[in-house]
């Protein structure tokens, strides 16, 4: 059952999404095609990608332009009309990453970024425990959520009306212990600080599902 805290912030994404559309990003663009670069490398031309959380579908844009076939899913309904304009030949589905409706080991890859920070620490594993269950063996996670320690509501006006959204942040060491005990080998772990920002940086991380 979808909790009030995870309700709001869908709802809030809701109202955001056409805002959104024209922001820039927080990050310089070298930085996230040096994610994308990284991850291509490790999963290789025509891998099945989950596109877990993907918001307005820029990122997903990114991925199918390296030649990889993507699946994109997020609660939001506002982001998922969004994204469909942005990326018209985009596969994505209105789908809760708490509850993936694919089959075990279907995909080659997961994507899920500045997503799991809205999640509580304890549904942010049971997701992590999904994405495991729907990669194939050695299969590829990338993950990024708002670096830092503890949790708090982001808000934001919007035609008057102060929208929440939860955000749990992640250190380092703390998303090391998630993906390790969510059965993944980490293969490289950082931190991007935003040169626009100076409250915001992310950590981000790629791991390899263990074989059990």
Not at 35 to 60: I, P
Not at 114 to 119: G, K
Not at 156 to 176: C, H
Request: net charge positive; aromatic share 8%.
């Amino acid at each position: 059952m979808e909790s009030g805290t995870y309700k709001m912030t869908r709802l809030s994404h809701d109202r955001l999404a056409k805002q959104w559309v024209n922001q820039p990003s927080y990050f310089d663009s070298k930085i996230k095609e040096g994610h994308v670069n990284r991850f291509f490398r490790a999963v290789g031309k025509g891998a099945l990608v989950l596109d877990a959380g993907c918001g307005l579908g820029k990122e997903a844009k990114m991925l199918i332009s390296k030649g990889l076939r993507v699946i994109s899913i997020d609660t939001s309904k506002g982001m998922i009309r969004e994204a469909r304009k942005i990326v018209p030949k985009g596969d994505f589905r209105r789908i809760d990453m708490l509850d993936l409706k694919f089959k075990d080991k279907n995909f080659d890859a997961v994507w899920c970024f500045s997503s799991i920070h809205h999640l509580r620490k304890a549904d942010a594993r049971l997701a992590l425990r999904g994405f495991n269950r729907v990669l194939k063996d050695r299969g590829i996670l990338a993950i990024s959520s708002k670096e830092g320690k503890g949790w708090y509501y982001n808000i934001a006006l919007v035609n008057g009306m102060r929208l929440r959204r939860f955000i749990k942040q992640y250190t380092k060491p703390e998303m090391e212990k998630l993906l390790t005990e969510s059965g993944f080998k980490v293969i490289d772990i950082r931190v991007d600080r935003s040169s626009k920002r100076k409250d915001w940086s992310r950590v981000v991380a790629i791991g390899i599902k263990t074989i059990r």
